[in-house]
């Protein structure tokens, strides 16, 4: 996925995007190229599951509603668009 679709995703500049998918990258979280996109690794995509558990289950313990937008969306971006190398 490109920085540009992920920076319209989240609605932020995609100079933020660029710096974090950088600092990703240098924890090897994902594979990261400006031409190529990013992609998580296997070990980016375990971490990025169990938060979004943990979120989940934070949301279910206090019987609050979290921005389910963001649960969602980093989801979907999970499970569809961002391809495991």
């Given amino acids: 996925m ?3 679709a992920i920076a319209g995703e989240l609605k932020i500049n995609p100079a933020t995007v660029t710096e974090m998918l950088r600092r990703l990258r240098d ?3 994902v594979e990261y190229s400006r031409s190529g996109g990013a ?3 296997k070990t980016g995509k375990d971490i990025a599951l169990i938060e979004i558990i943990a ?3 934070y949301d279910k313990s206090l ?3 979290l921005d389910g937008r963001i649960t ?3 989801g ?3 499970s569809q668009n961002l391809p495991v190398v």
């Fill in 72 to 74: 969602t969306t980093l």
């Fill in 2 to 4: 490109l920085n540009r």
């Fill in 39 to 41: 992609a998580l690794t």
């Fill in 55 to 57: 979120v989940r289950d």
């Fill in 76 to 78: 979907r971006e999970i």
């Fill in 63 to 65: 019987n609050v509603t």
């Fill in 27 to 29: 924890k090897k979280l």
